[in-house]
């Protein structure tokens, strides 16, 4: 089982930015993929952004079309840490950000990960 703690949220102007923070703890070896989820009020959590380990020890990351081009997902191996970093923020990035871990199928699917955060609030003023 994976331990997954998020911290960095918090309320921000329209166009600012946030970083998120993921510290993952417990069976790390398990933590292949990482990915970040988000959740509106009424909404369904969704995808935002992925990423996985590769030979020779490089990052392989994967970004909802809604966030391309604006968040940037990354992750410190050694800390064992996983970082959203969110630029120019929109009212519509309001919602409560999880991470995830341990996936077992597709990487955009929240069916697909095992262990999860209990999430950080991000709010966005217009």
């Known amino acids: 089982q994976v331990q997954l703690v998020e911290s960095g949220g918090g309320l921000v102007q329209a166009g600012g930015s946030l970083r998120l923070s993921c510290a993952a703890s417990?069976?790390?070896?398990?933590?292949?993929?990482m990915a970040w989820f988000r959740q509106a009020p009424g909404k369904e959590r969704e995808f935002v952004a992925s990423v996985a380990s590769i030979s020779g020890g490089g990052s392989s990351t994967y970004y909802a079309e809604s966030v391309k081009g604006r968040f940037t997902i990354s992750r410190d191996y050694a800390k064992n840490t996983m970082y959203l970093q969110m630029n120019t923020l929109e009212p519509d990035d309001t919602a409560v950000y999880y991470c995830?871990?341990?996936?077992?199928?597709?990487?955009?699917?929240?069916?697909?990960?095992?262990?999860w955060g209990q999430g950080t609030q991000v709010t966005v003023s217009s």
């Open positions: 417990g069976r790390t070896f398990s933590t292949y993929t």
């Open positions: 995830a871990a341990e996936r077992t199928g597709s990487r955009a699917v929240v069916a697909s990960y095992r262990s």
